[in-house]
């Protein structure tokens, strides 16, 4: 029997950054605010491109020395899809010409790429399914209200991915914890449809923009998702394993340095990038994975062990354990 791995990732950054001094020029905040607060300096923003414009991409580079009928399925872990339907996946499984390939998004927020690199090896698992590209892909200029600057400094444009395998010898997936509370859904809440029959009345521009609950959600995940890795560093410990890396979703430092103080996992061991994308969303993790590849803080097949924190609306989170 072969398990799935990880054995390639890819990441697309729209060309256009905007740092924070250019967002004071069009609202009440500072560089130094945005830095202090949350250590991001910088975000893409995607100007003619969309969700799946920028997924593709990432599709193209993961498929680019393999046969493209190959691919058996692709998940898009995304928020900002530009359609209900259809899906974001469907839409790059269309550009990239993968007939044989099936595809669906998966929608939980921040914690979207954990939860569609869980389905998708649960697939692989199967037995039924050889290949298949995880991506999370994020527009979230498209759902920010520019005038609100509690929320339009925080977040950023991107997309990144990995292709899955049925190549390894030895289960790469050594564990998981998946959660959700949707009794806290409205912590964080995108694009709510208020059409209603009859009377087809227009959006609200509140139920239409990204809005949350700061406070609520920094209580979440200093309480829920610190919980859920203590948990994790048990499964860790039982199995003798060792972590070498955290790759969390990057929200904000700030956030991260209490999660390092709550799980007593040292802080130099959590990854980030967030000072040079803002918050991605779904995309935020494989964006981490892919530039700690590139710097070579990671490397595939060289053992080392890291576990994928996600959490974000729904609320949603979830941790997957995996070795490289
Ligand atoms: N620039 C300048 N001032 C601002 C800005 C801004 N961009 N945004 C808010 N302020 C002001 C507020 O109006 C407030 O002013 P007031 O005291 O006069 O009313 C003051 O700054 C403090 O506001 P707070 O909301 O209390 O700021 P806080 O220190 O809590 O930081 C933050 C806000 C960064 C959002 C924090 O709550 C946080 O990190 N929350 C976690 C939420 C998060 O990261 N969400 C990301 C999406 S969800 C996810 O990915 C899981």
């Not at 521009?205 to 949350?212: G, H, I, K, R, W």
């Not at 955290?246 to 209490?258: C, F, G, S, Y």
């Not at 980030?272 to 935020?284: L, P, R």
């Amino acid at each position: 029997m072969m398990y799935p791995k990880i054995t390639k990732v890819a990441k697309y950054l729209p060309q256009k950054t905007v740092t924070n001094d250019e967002l004071s020029k069009i609202m009440d905040t500072s560089d130094d605010w945005i830095q202090s607060r949350t250590g991001i300096k910088e975000r893409h923003i995607a100007l003619d491109e969309s969700t799946s414009d920028l997924a593709f991409e990432v599709a193209k580079k993961l498929v680019e020395d393999r046969d493209v009928s190959s691919i058996d399925f692709i998940i898009v872990a995304t928020m900002t899809s530009e359609y209900g339907t259809p899906s974001t996946a469907c839409l790059v499984q269309g550009k990239l010409g993968a007939q044989q390939a099936f595809a669906f998004d998966v929608s939980a927020a921040c914690s979207g790429f954990v939860y569609a690199l869980s389905v998708a090896e649960k697939l692989m698992q199967s037995g039924i399914y050889q290949k298949g590209l995880v991506i999370g892909a994020e527009k979230m200029s498209s759902v920010l209200n520019w005038q609100d600057r509690r929320t339009a400094v925080l977040f950023g444009d991107g997309a990144a991915g990995v292709l899955l395998e049925n190549t390894a010898a030895t289960s790469h997936f050594l564990g998981e914890r998946l959660a959700s509370d949707g009794t806290r859904g409205s912590s964080l809440t995108t694009r709510q449809n208020t059409k209603e029959f009859p009377n087809i009345s227009q959006k609200t521009e509140d139920a239409e923009f990204l809005t949350m609950d700061g406070k609520k959600i920094f209580d979440f995940v200093v309480r829920d998702v610190a919980k859920q890795m203590k948990l994790m560093l048990t499964d860790i410990e039982e199995k003798n394993l060792v972590l070498d890396y955290v790759l969390p979703h990057q929200a904000n430092e700030r956030l991260l340095d209490a999660l390092s103080k709550k799980t007593k996992i040292p802080r130099e061991h959590f990854l980030a990038n967030v000072a040079h994308y803002g918050n991605t969303s779904g995309a935020s993790i494989p964006l981490l994975l892919a530039d700690m590849i590139d710097e070579g803080t990671l490397n595939f097949g060289s053992g080392q062990i890291v576990l994928l924190t996600g959490f974000g609306g729904g609320l949603t989170w979830g941790n997957l354990l995996i070795k490289l």
